[in-house]
């Protein structure tokens, strides 16, 4: 069940208006495709995660200020037995792994390393989680949504979902995860 919604961000439609009377900068209308696009990205996993159990709990978009530190979330699902954080991305094309660092290819642009986003979140969370004394299981997954992604040289226990493998995923998560209790609905009102 979806207890909090996914709202286009004010960012994306304030640049899209000024998209429509003006021409942005190529920075701001880079930044605007990438808003754009990653806000896609969230909406089809959105859709993933909506047509799959009733006794779940989904919430989308979250922000958090713990320990005077922000962090996002992109979708967070609560299960009988673990808390899922999914950092969703929608990137698209050729990259690789090397020495912890991410490139495009064949350009070799280093590009920000969307592990190092989700280790900081699911380390904020589970302090928080700690705080709360909230003692279900915490797994911080990336999703990448885009079927014309694929990154090579992934390391086998990378946390990560690619397109071919996230049909199978919500599956497992299906045959496999318990029903949220009744106490799991007082996490999202804390």
Same mark, same amino acid.
């Given at each position: 069940?979806?207890v *909090?919604? $996914?709202?286009?961000?004010e960012?994306? *439609?304030?640049?899209?208006?000024?998209?429509?009377?003006? $021409?942005?900068?190529?920075?701001?209308?880079?930044? +605007?495709?990438? &808003?754009?696009?990653?806000?896609?990205?969230?909406?089809?996993?959105d859709?993933?995660?909506?047509? =799959?159990s009733e006794?779940?709990?989904?919430?989308?978009?979250l922000? %958090?200020d713990?320990?005077n /530190?922000?962090f996002?979330?992109?979708?967070?699902?609560?299960?009988?037995d673990?808390?899922?954080?999914?950092?969703?991305?929608?990137?698209?094309?050729?990259?690789?792994?090397?020495?912890?660092?991410w490139?495009t !290819?064949?350009?070799k642009?280093?590009?920000?390393n969307?592990?190092?986003?989700l280790q900081? =979140?699911? =380390?904020?969370?589970?302090r928080l989680?700690?705080?709360?004394?909230?003692? /279900?299981? &915490?797994? !911080?997954?990336?999703i990448?949504?885009?079927?014309? %992604?694929?990154?090579?040289q !992934?390391?086998?226990?990378?946390p990560a979902? %690619?397109? !071919?493998?996230?049909?199978? +995923?919500?599956?497992?998560?299906?045959?496999? =995860?318990?029903?949220?209790?009744?106490?799991?609905f007082?996490?999202? *009102?804390?």
């Open positions: 069940m979806i *909090k919604l $996914r709202y286009e961000p960012e994306l *439609k304030l640049l899209r208006c000024l998209q429509g009377r003006m $021409r942005l900068s190529p920075k701001d209308y880079s930044y +605007f495709l990438n &808003l754009e696009k990653g806000f896609s990205g969230e909406q089809q996993f859709q993933l995660l909506e047509q =799959s006794e779940w709990i989904i919430l989308n978009d922000l %958090f713990y320990s /530190t922000l996002q979330i992109d979708s967070l699902l609560i299960t009988g673990c808390i899922y954080i999914f950092e969703v991305k929608n990137y698209e094309g050729d990259f690789y792994i090397d020495q912890d660092r490139y !290819a064949p350009s642009n280093e590009v920000k969307p592990l190092l986003q900081r =979140s699911e =380390s904020l969370l589970r989680l700690h705080e709360l004394r909230v003692k /279900t299981p &915490l797994k !911080a997954l990336l990448f949504i885009n079927l014309e %992604f694929h990154l090579y !992934a390391a086998m226990n990378l979902i %690619f397109p !071919a493998q996230l049909n199978r +995923f919500i599956d497992t998560l299906k045959m496999k =995860s318990q029903p949220a209790t009744k106490n799991h007082v996490l999202p *009102k804390s």
